[in-house]
């Protein structure tokens, strides 16, 4: 996603996920430090906008099964995984953000199928 966002909005873009513990986990958030990429900062009980669920359905797709034996192992199959994503499963989900804000609307902010 990073490489894309530089080349298509700049410096000037926001990375958003949800507040999932595993996406706020300190080993990811060093990672996104490291990188110096910004987050999004949600309230816990936001309605759910966010295409990165169904990036991180797709990464578990292509992790099923795989097993690693420390932290670090894990880490680089994650990275390998996500880097392995094809950009226009990416494209896809961003092209679905102005149906996702209109079912929200539609549903006054309450749940809706995304």
């Not at 700049?10 to 080993?27: A, I, M």
């Not at 669920?53 to 994650?78: C, D, P, T, Y």
């Not at 996500?82 to 499963?89: A, E, R």
Request: glycine share 4%; proline share 7%; net charge positive.
């Amino acid at each position: 996603m990073q490489p894309w966002a530089r080349a298509n909005l700049g410096r000037s873009w926001v990375f958003q996920q949800d507040n999932d513990p595993k996406h706020t986990s300190g080993h990811v958030a060093n990672w996104f430090r490291r990188r110096r990429v910004d987050l999004l900062e949600l309230p816990s009980q936001s309605p759910d906008l966010n295409p990165i669920e169904h990036m991180w359905e797709e990464l578990e797709r292509r992790l099923k099964g795989v097993r690693a034996s420390n932290a670090i192992q894990k880490f680089a199959q994650l990275e390998a995984a996500w880097k392995s994503i094809p950009m226009t499963v990416v494209q896809t989900l961003l092209d679905s953000m102005p149906r996702r804000c209109q079912a929200v609307i539609d549903a006054k902010g309450y749940p809706t199928k995304y």
